[in-house]
Structure formats: structure tokens, C-alpha cells
């Protein structure tokens, strides 16, 4: 059975913006807003699966992407 979840992890870049991986797709990009990046992760992942059969990817075409956002504790305020 094939995946219809394509995890992808955001992070803050040191430097500023963000960047996102998928690890399971080898695929990773950036971009300085958050809605730049989710139109990147968008490209990227549309990219990597691109041509290539489902059955070797394990993830099936109407699959959807499931974003983890991980903020540090110095964002996090106290109550």
C-alpha cells in the first residue's frame, strides 16, 4: 500500500529565513518567508517524484505533504 503523507520538517535558518527537508525524498530547500518556503517544498517534492514510479518511492500520486515547524525555546513565552 502505498504512503499518501509526505513528511517535510521546517526549520529557522541561523542566517535568517528558513529551510525545509524531506529525507525521505532526499529533497531540501529554503527560502526566505514562510510562503516562499511552502511554495519551495511544493517545487521540490513535485520535482523528486517527478518521473518516478510509485512503487519505488512508495508514495502514491495524490499524496498530500505534512509540515512539521520546529521553533526553539527562545521563541516560546512564558505564561
Do not use: W
Not at 499518501?4 to 521546517?10: A, E, F, N, S, T
Not at 517534492?45 to 514510479?53: A, K, P, R, T
Amino acid at each position: 500500500m502505498k504512503r499518501k503523507i509526505i513528511p517535510v520538517q521546517i526549520f529557522e535558518a541561523e542566517e535568517g529565513g528558513y529551510y525545509a527537508t524531506c529525507t525521505e525524498l532526499g529533497a531540501y530547500t529554503q527560502g526566505d518567508t514562510i510562503d516562499e518556503l511552502v511554495r519551495n517544498i511544493h517545487e521540490a517534492v513535485e520535482l523528486s517524484l517527478e518521473g518516478e514510479n510509485e512503487d519505488d518511492t512508495g508514495f502514491a500520486k495524490d499524496s498530500t505533504i505534512l509540515v512539521n515547524y520546529e521553533i526553539g525555546l527562545s521563541h516560546a513565552k512564558a505564561a
